[in-house]
């Protein structure tokens, strides 16, 4: 009898494993297949997060952070929780996040209210009835790009297996971050030139109507562009925009007679 129970739970741990193998395929799988060109930077990681709870045993929320200099932030997080964990856990410089992505290593705790490493942050987000945290890096090229953090409200939520498991998912995971990251700035700068260029035409077309209706240089019309750019107290695009405007306008009106 009791080999049977022994063969039961053996059968039944197999069968546990196996599922959270398959948990973390099927998390790696939407990984490889977000569409980056379709979706915005928070999407994205919002996305990976999502996979994070999916893939690592026991978590039920998660949050990705990035580093911005000498400052972190989480960018994106599953649930409201993770949010109030996390801004505390920025609020006080201390916490196991901070301590995964300063020292690039994963961090775990299955007792966080009394857990000596983080005294301060520790007791506050155990009366939210927050135990456990695992905290993974994410390594690009160059560094530590932030870090995957994943809570339990259960006290040793987090086994070596889901260490494990979240360590292979903090792979490809910082692949994606990385990607996401990068072709984003990409955009933003596209923007910003395409925003330069734009401005620039405006302006141009803003001194050729000066020039055009006094006679001045190319030079002395741009000055005269600057001078009430200063005198206005607004920027030099905003004055040239008004100056095309209103060219346009009375282009529109000759045309209509009106």
């Known amino acids: 009898m009791a080999l049977d129970h022994a063969d039961d739970v053996h059968t ?19 990984l490889s297949q977000l569409a980056m060109n379709s979706l915005s930077l928070p999407q994205m990681l919002t996305h990976i997060a999502e996979f994070a709870v999916k893939a690592i045993p026991g978590a039920i929320g998660a949050g990705l952070t990035l580093e911005h200099g000498d400052r ?18 920025y609020s006080l410089g201390e916490g196991p996040c ?3 992505a300063a ?42 790009l932030g870090a995957i953090n994943v809570y339990a409200h259960a006290k040793n939520a987090f086994d070596d297996r ?26 933003l700068l596209t923007h910003q030139l395409e ?18 209706r006094s006679g001045c240089t190319s030079t002395e019309a741009f000055g005269r562009l600057r001078a009430m750019s200063q ?3 607004i920027k030099l695009t905003a004055v ?19």
């Open 12 to 30: 039944s741990t197999e069968a546990a494993e196996a599922e959270e193998v398959d948990d973390l395929r099927d998390s790696l799988t939407s």
């Open 72 to 89: 972190r932030d989480t960018i994106v997080a599953t649930d409201d929780f993770v949010v109030e964990v996390d801004t505390i856990q």
């Open 98 to 100: 901070i301590t995964a």
């Open 103 to 144: 020292e690039g290593r994963t961090v775990r705790s299955g007792s966080l209210g009394g857990d000596v490493h983080w005294p301060r942050f520790g007791p506050r987000v155990g009366r939210l009835g927050v135990h456990s945290a695992l905290s993974l890096p994410l390594f690009a090229g160059n560094g530590t």
């Open 162 to 187: 889901a260490v494990h498991l979240g360590e292979l998912f903090a792979v490809p995971a910082a692949v994606s971050v990385e990607n996401a990251r990068t072709l984003a700035n990409a955009l």
């Open 195 to 212: 925003t330069a260029l734009t401005n620039r035409k405006v302006i141009d077309h803003a001194i050729g109507i000066i020039v055009s």
């Open 231 to 233: 005198r206005d107290g």
């Open 240 to 258: 040239a925009h008004s100056i095309f405007d209103d060219a346009q306008r009375r282009a529109q009106s000759r045309r209509t007679g009106r």
